[in-house]
Nanobody, 121 residues
Framework: QVQLVESGGGLVQAGGSSRLSCAAS????????MGWYRQPPGKQRESVAT???????NYADSVKGRFTISRNNVKNTVYLQMNSLKPEDTAVYYC???????????????WGQGTQVTVSS
């Protein structure tokens, strides 16, 4: 099947930086968009940043200017560089991939297991 393995995160001080990585492996044949979502404590999951297959990013207003999403299409990996972190960035971060396991589709969403990012004030 398809596995999304996330790495990075942990405990960071406010104003600090952290980098998340997510590698897709297994039977995935093709990937369109990739992205990062987060779920703060007691809140719903929200989109943080997405990136198209052509490398065009889109960011939530709350992270614009602080976070940078990038991808390596050869490695099927998506990254999230997080700078100037704030306590309100504390959440479980999930990577998302729109991919397919066959050349003719269909594409569907795949999710990582989530990684905790905690920003201390």
């Amino acid at each position: 099947q398809v596995q999304l393995v996330e790495s990075g995160g942990g405990l960071v001080q406010a104003g600090g930086s952290s980098r998340l990585s997510c590698a897709a492996s297994g039977r995935i044949v093709s990937i369109n968009a990739m992205g990062w979502y987060r779920q703060p404590p007691g809140k719903q999951r929200e989109s943080v940043a997405t990136i198209t297959i052509g490398g065009i990013p889109n960011y939530a207003d709350s992270v614009k200017g602080r976070f940078t999403i990038s991808r390596n299409n050869v490695k099927n990996t998506v990254y999230l560089q997080m700078n100037s972190l704030k306590p309100e960035d504390t959440a479980v971060y999930y990577c998302n991939v729109d991919g397919t396991t066959t050349p003719w589709g269909p594409f569907r969403d795949y999710w990582g297991q989530g990684t905790q990012v905690t920003v201390s004030s």
